[in-house]
């Protein structure tokens, strides 16, 4: 097992002090805006040949065929290697400083029932980087047995809705004020752990699958509440030309993607940072047979790299 980091003084309980900063980008911090003034939106088409065949493989092989793999799960898996990789996605600015979240989270939204006003639950799971478990078997494990929970509950009684049916209840001349002093709290990293735990803002990212619905978007906000730098939309699936040439004449293939794009903080990291991330992302959705590798074992990406021509 690696030696666990301590804290020092000036660290948050959910995340370290970056001490480390490039000057440039500290200073830039300071006149930059807030979060949602430095939204920048990444796009992009993941070819769905191999991953569909992976999964397709994946749930022929599943001992419990109710919990089936979805690409949802290996998107979750992909974030997560790829986030591990890259360090400087799992950072967030909060009053003016940089920090590096202490694990690798992600929340996102499960309806009980695709219809209109169908409740809805908040699921929120994290990845164990260190594990023998596979970030595929983690994300599918986690987000199975979560989803499954919120559909069979009669009512919604996730941590984030109480938290918020509670505040609801107070009298307006009450819930202005707390409000006013959660907000604060938060802009100085003393919110309580239970608020911090159940806010799908303080996640890593916080994913949208809007091709479940049959819906196609390609941005989504982010807010300044909370320490969420990453917004990701996964839509729904589309056949796109794809041209080759061969001995001089050109060929044209119907060829299946799945659009995913991505909403990131362009105060965490630079264009370049960015860029080899995206290409990290999409090569690991590329050959996801990569994502059943133990998550404590190291993925050569440079070589990936190599191999994938992202």
């Given at each position: 097992?690696?030696e666990?980091?301590?804290?020092?003084r000036?660290?948050?309980?959910?995340?370290?002090?970056?001490?480390?900063?490039?000057?440039?980008?500290?200073?830039?911090?300071?006149?930059?805006g807030?979060?949602?003034?430095?939204e920048?939106?990444?796009?992009l088409?993941?070819?769905?040949?191999?991953l569909?065949?992976?999964?397709?493989?994946?749930?022929?092989?599943?001992?419990?065929?109710?919990?089936?793999?979805?690409?949802?799960?290996?998107?979750?898996?992909?974030?997560?290697?790829?986030?591990?990789?890259?360090?400087?996605?799992?950072?967030f600015?909060?009053?003016?400083?940089?920090?590096?979240?202490?694990?690798?989270?992600?929340?996102?939204?499960?309806?009980?029932?695709?219809?209109?006003?169908?409740e809805?639950?908040?699921?929120i799971?994290?990845?164990?980087?260190?594990?023998?478990?596979?970030?595929?078997?983690?994300?599918?494990?986690?987000?199975?047995?979560?989803?499954?929970?919120?559909?069979?509950?009669?009512?919604?009684?996730?941590?984030t809705?109480?938290?918020?049916?509670?505040?609801?209840?107070?009298?307006?001349?009450i819930?202005?004020?707390?409000v006013?002093?959660?907000?604060?709290?938060?802009?100085?990293?003393?919110?309580?752990?239970?608020?911090?735990?159940?806010?799908p803002?303080?996640?890593?990212c916080?994913?949208?699958?809007l091709?479940?619905?049959?819906?196609d978007?390609?941005?989504?906000?982010l807010?300044?509440?909370?320490t969420?730098?990453?917004?990701?939309i996964l839509?729904?699936?589309?056949?796109?030309?794809?041209?080759?040439?061969?001995?001089?004449?050109?060929?044209?293939?119907?060829?299946?993607?799945?659009?995913?794009?991505?909403t990131?903080?362009?105060?965490?990291?630079?264009?370049v940072?960015?860029?080899?991330?995206?290409?990290?992302?999409?090569?690991?959705?590329?050959?996801p047979?990569?994502?059943?590798l133990?998550?404590?074992?190291?993925?050569?990406?440079?070589?990936?790299?190599?191999?994938?021509?992202?």
């Open positions: 097992m690696p666990e980091r301590k804290n020092r000036g660290d948050r309980y959910d995340a370290y002090l970056v001490r480390n900063m490039d000057p440039l980008q500290g200073f830039m911090n300071y006149v930059m807030d979060r949602t003034d430095n920048a939106v990444i796009h088409d993941v070819p769905m040949e191999n569909d065949a992976f999964i397709a493989k994946k749930n022929a092989e599943n001992e419990n065929p109710i919990f089936k793999y979805t690409f949802m799960h290996a998107v979750l898996a992909a974030l997560a290697r790829t986030i591990e990789a890259r360090p400087k996605m799992n950072y600015v909060r009053n003016k400083k940089f920090w590096e979240r202490k694990v690798i989270s992600f929340s996102f939204i499960a309806k009980k029932q695709k219809i209109d006003g169908a809805e639950g908040l699921v799971t994290t990845y164990k980087k260190d594990s023998e478990t596979s970030a595929l078997e983690q994300m599918h494990l986690s987000t199975c047995k979560m989803v499954a929970e919120i559909r069979e509950k009669e009512e919604n009684h996730d941590d809705t109480k938290i918020m049916e509670t505040l609801l209840k107070l009298p307006g001349f819930f202005k004020p707390v006013a002093l959660i907000l604060h709290l938060d802009r100085v990293g003393k919110l309580p752990k239970s608020f911090v735990k159940a806010n803002y303080g996640c890593t916080f994913i949208s699958n091709g479940s619905i049959k819906m978007a390609s941005y989504h906000h807010i300044n509440f909370g969420n730098s990453i917004f990701g839509g729904r699936k589309e056949k796109k030309p794809v041209f080759t040439e061969e001995n001089g004449v050109v060929k044209t293939e119907l060829k299946e993607f799945l659009p995913i794009s991505l990131v903080d362009e105060r965490i990291a630079d264009g940072y960015y860029a080899k991330t995206v290409r990290i992302f999409k090569a690991l959705l590329m050959k047979e990569l994502l059943d133990p998550a404590n074992e190291k993925i050569d990406y440079e070589k990936l790299l190599e191999e994938v021509d992202v």
